[in-house]
C-alpha cells in the first residue's frame, strides 16, 4: 500500500465491511424467509439461483473472522443485522437472533474491534414483502419496531449506527430496474419505496435517540455522473442520473425536497402527503458514510423519462466492469461537505473492487486490489487535505461473500474464501493492509 496509518489524522478510522445476509449463511439460527430467498429462487435473476444460505458460515465461525481482522490492525467492523433474523416473520422477536448479535458484538469488543452497525443491508422478511414491503405507506412504523427490538438489545455496546445501507439500491435498483428484489419494473413503487426508505431512516433515527444512542448516522450510495459530452442534452442526462442516484436521499434530508429533474418523473407517483414527511425524514446525523465505488458515463436517448445510455470510460475495470476512478471519491467528499453536511464527519463506508482472485501454491496474489485501495486512500487524504472532515474508511469487503444478483462469483474480499469448505485464505492485499496499520 502507498500509504500509512501515520498519513492520516489521529483517531482516523480505518475498517472493514460486511453484510449479514452475503456472509451468516441465512439457513442457520432460526431466520425467516426473506424476499432473497424468493427472488433467487425465481430462474433468470441470480446466477445459477445461488442463494445466502450458506454464504460464508460466517455464523459458526465469526472468531475466527475477528481474529484475522484484529491481526491485520484494523479498528472498526462494519456490520449489519438481519431483519429476518431478529424478527423471522418481521415483527416477533427471535431469541436465538438476538442472542447471536449479542455473541457477535461481544466478540468484536473483546478483539478491540469497535461496533458499527447497519440496521438493513437488503434482506426484508417475506411476510412484509407479502404486505407491499417498501411501497406500504406502514413500512416505517414496521422498521421502527425491528430498531427498537435490536437496538434495544445491542445498542449500549455500538460506536455508531445507520439504518439503512444505500438506499438507492433499496428504491430504484430493485423497483424501477428489478436487478434486485423484490425485482419490480414500476415508476410508482420506485417514488413510493425511495420516500418511505427516507420515512423508515428518520423513524429509526428517532427511535434509536429516544433509546439514548448515540453516533447515528446515514449511508448512501454514489457513483460520479459525467456527461459523455458538451451537449445539454448530455448534461440534462447526466443531472437527472446524479438527482435520482446521488442527491435525491441527502436533499431529503438536508434541504426537505427532492431534486427538480427527478420530480419531473416522479411527482404523478408520491404518496399523498409526502411533502409532510421531511421533519421526520431530516432528523439530525452525528455523521455520514459514502458508500463509492465507479463513476458514470452518461449519454442521452430518446426514449421516454429517465432514458439514458452508459458510455464506456477509459480507464481500467474491475471484474464487475465498472470504470476505476478514485478521482470520483475525492469529488463526493468535498462535495458533500460543501453542500450538505458542513462540518459533519464523513466516513468512507465502503470501498473495493471484485477481482478475478484464485489461489495459488496457497497464496492468492492480488495485486489489482492493492493498487486500487492505495489510490482511493490518496483520493481520501487528498480530500482531508482540502477541508473534508473524513474521520474513517472501510473496505468492503473483509470476505468474499454472496455478491447478490451476481452469486458467487464476484469476489471483493480482502479474504479468500472456499466456498465449499469454508476455508479463509488471507490475500495479498490483506498483507499489503496489515502492513500499513501497523502502529
Known amino acids: 500500500m502507498d500509504f500509512k496509518r501515520s498519513d492520516f489524522p489521529e483517531g482516523f478510522t480505518f475498517g472493514a465491511a460486511t453484510s449479514a445476509y452475503q456472509i451468516e449463511g441465512h439457513a442457520t439460527g432460526g431466520a425467516g424467509s426473506t424476499h432473497w430467498d424468493t427472488f433467487a429462487a425465481t430462474p433468470g435473476n441470480v446466477v445459477r439461483q445461488e442463494n445466502g444460505d450458506l454464504a460464508c458460515d460466517h455464523y459458526n465461525r465469526y472468531a475466527e473472522d ?23 416473520d418481521g ?18 469488543l473483546e478483539r478491540g474491534l469497535a461496533p458499527y452497525a447497519t440496521l438493513y443491508h437488503w434482506e426484508l422478511p417475506s411476510p412484509l414483502a407479502d404486505e407491499g414491503g417498501w411501497r406500504s405507506p406502514d413500512m416505517h412504523k414496521w422498521f421502527g419496531d425491528y430498531t427498537a ?12 449506527v445507520a439504518p439503512i445501507n444505500e438506499p438507492w439500491c ?3 435498483l430493485s423497483h424501477f430496474l428489478g436487478h434486485h428484489a423484490p425485482g419490480l419494473r414500476d415508476i410508482r413503487a420506485t417514488a413510493r419505496a425511495m420516500h418511505h426508505v427516507l420515512k423508515a431512516h428518520g423513524t429509526a433515527i428517532q427511535t434509536m435517540r429516544g433509546l439514548g444512542l448515540k453516533n447515528l448516522g446515514g449511508v448512501f450510495n454514489f457513483e460520479w455522473a459525467e456527461p459523455v459530452d458538451d451537449s445539454d ?24 425536497r427532492y431534486p427538480d429533474a427527478v420530480m419531473e418523473g416522479f411527482a404523478p407517483h408520491l404518496p399523498d402527503g409526502w411533502q409532510d414527511d421531511f421533519d421526520l425524514i431530516g432528523q439530525p446525523l452525528d455523521w455520514v458514510g459514502l458508500n463509492y465505488y465507479t463513476r458514470k458515463i452518461i449519454a442521452p436517448n430518446t ?28 469529488k463526493f467528499l468535498t462535495r458533500t461537505a460543501r453542500e450538505y453536511t458542513g462540518d459533519t464527519p464523513l466516513f468512507v463506508t465502503e470501498n473495493g473492487l471484485a477481482n478475478a482472485d484464485v489461489i495459488v501454491d496457497g497464496v492468492v496474489d492480488d495485486a489489482e486490489r492493492t493498487a486500487f485501495v492505495s489510490a482511493h486512500f490518496d483520493a481520501v487524504k487528498r480530500a482531508i487535505d482540502a477541508g473534508a472532515p473524513v ?12 455478491e447478490w444478483a451476481l452469486g458467487y462469483e464476484k469476489r471483493f474480499g480482502l479474504i479468500h474464501v472456499d466456498f465449499d469448505t469454508f476455508k479463509r485464505t488471507p ?11 501497523a502502529r
Request: glycine letters at 10%; a negative charge.
Open 66 to 88: 475477528f481474529d484475522l481482522m484484529q491481526a491485520a490492525g484494523f479498528d472498526a467492523y462494519r456490520f449489519s443485522t438481519s431483519w429476518a433474523r431478529v424478527m423471522p
Open 91 to 108: 415483527r416477533t422477536p427471535n431469541p436465538e437472533g438476538l442472542d447471536f448479535y449479542d455473541r457477535l458484538v461481544d466478540a468484536m
Open 149 to 160: 427490538c435490536i437496538m434495544g438489545r445491542i445498542g449500549d455496546r455500538m460506536a455508531a
Open 170 to 172: 433499496v428504491g430504484w
Open 233 to 256: 442534452a448530455a448534461r440534462r442526462a447526466a443531472d437527472l442520473y446524479d438527482g435520482y442516484y446521488n442527491r435525491f436521499f441527502l436533499d431529503g434530508i438536508y434541504k426537505g
Open 303 to 330: 426514449d421516454a423519462w429517465p432514458s439514458h445510455e452508459e458510455a464506456p470510460g477509459p480507464l481500467p475495470k474491475t471484474q464487475m466492469g465498472w470504470e476505476i476512478y478514485p478521482d470520483g471519491l475525492y
Open 391 to 402: 474521520s474513517g474508511y472501510f473496505l468492503w469487503s473483509l470476505l468474499d461473500n454472496y
Open 427 to 437: 490475500k495479498a492485499s490483506y498483507h499489503a493492509l496489515k502492513s500499513a496499520l
